[in-house]
């Protein structure tokens, strides 16, 4: 997402097939935001499902800390509005912070809580060793942390960070001779909302969410109650609230009920930032769709370690742009 902005270098299509050992193949970059990975791993199914690649690499990368300061913030802020949004100095913590106080106005919730969403990324963090924060988060510590955007805090926003995965598709019938355990990609759903929040017709419903995971599920034959393992996009907790509610696991106004409840563990009813999600694991931005993806796959094989959720056989992904201006959706069976 940020390559131009904070390493003056695009073009990372070419960059990287060159420094792969790679030189000469098709190669692009694709970019939708912090969405940019699941919107890349999309344009690999269907190149692959196509018939025209037979083997598709796709790479989620970004260096963050090229920068630091105020300019890490402006080109964050670009998955924003810049004509509506960003002109009046709009970032993506005082976006995160108009949900999040328009969502506790309106369902009459209060800061402390969200704090199980944080709870539980930082408890699976600590026993996941690439995470970025591997310590542990009292419920009482989340409320009374420094505030970013009130009331968004330091316990609440995901920290950026410098991060990179890959994934390998392939055909079905190719697949088993490659790796002992392939994991099949069941869905692969895109769609897409206004980026301003005030262009949206309720900026408290994720409309792409909805519609990307409402076509996932047809694609996949299944439905929210077939899904082991959800890794969703908790920039910051109102997203993973908002992000649960749309996806059809808990009512309008709910979806902090069930991080409060503790269905959202790895032993719960739908186990979600399983590796530590983007609060504890960290936010690669462009990256985080493929490392959602890279910890899908490993849930399903069994080999999550610490972080395993016992009997994984169906996980969804869900990769976010923005405040949810894109949505990428993706179901795997084991």
Not at 126 to 134: E, G, S, W
Not at 138 to 162: C, I, R, W, Y
Request: aromatic share 6%.
């Amino acid at each position: 997402m940020l390559a131009g902005q904070l390493s003056n270098q695009n073009h990372l299509g070419a960059l990287v097939a060159d420094f792969a050992g790679l030189r000469g193949i098709e190669a692009m970059t694709v970019e939708a935001a912090d969405a940019s990975g699941g919107a890349a791993l999309r344009q690999a199914v269907l190149a692959v499902e196509s018939g025209l690649v037979e083997t598709a690499l796709v790479v989620g990368v970004e260096k963050v800390t090229d920068e630091t300061g105020s300019s890490v913030l402006a080109a964050l802020a670009t998955a924003l509005d810049s004509d509506y949004e960003v002109i009046h100095g709009q970032t993506l913590s005082g976006a995160g912070a108009l949900l999040m106080r328009r969502y506790m106005h309106t369902y009459g919730v209060a800061l402390a809580d969200f704090a199980g969403f944080s709870v539980n990324a930082h408890a699976n963090g600590a026993v996941n060793p690439r995470a970025m924060f591997r310590n542990r988060l009292k419920p009482e510590a989340f409320a009374a942390a420094p505030m970013v955007a009130d009331p968004v805090s330091l316990f609440d926003e995901a920290p950026t960070g410098d991060g990179a995965a890959a994934v390998i598709v392939t055909r079905a019938d190719r697949a088993g001779d490659m790796v002992a355990q392939p994991v099949r990609i069941a869905a692969s759903a895109l769609a897409t909302d206004a980026l301003a929040l005030h262009d949206r017709r309720d900026p408290l419903w994720l409309s792409a969410a909805e519609a990307s995971a409402r076509r996932a599920y047809a694609a996949a034959g299944i439905g929210p109650d077939d899904v082991n393992v959800f890794e969703l996009h908790d920039s910051f907790t109102v997203m993973a609230a908002l992000s649960l509610e749309a996806c059809g696991f808990a009512a309008r106004g709910e979806g902090w009920q069930l991080a409060r409840d503790g269905h959202i563990r790895r032993d719960g009813r739908i186990p979600i930032s399983t590796f530590g999600g983007l609060k504890a694991r960290g936010n690669p931005v462009g990256a985080t769709g493929i490392y959602q993806i890279v910890e899908l796959v490993q849930q399903l094989r069994g080999k999550a370690g610490d972080c395993q959720v016992p009997g994984a056989r169906v996980g969804m992904a869900q990769n976010l742009g923005g405040t949810g201006a894109t949505a990428v959706t993706h179901i795997l069976r084991g």
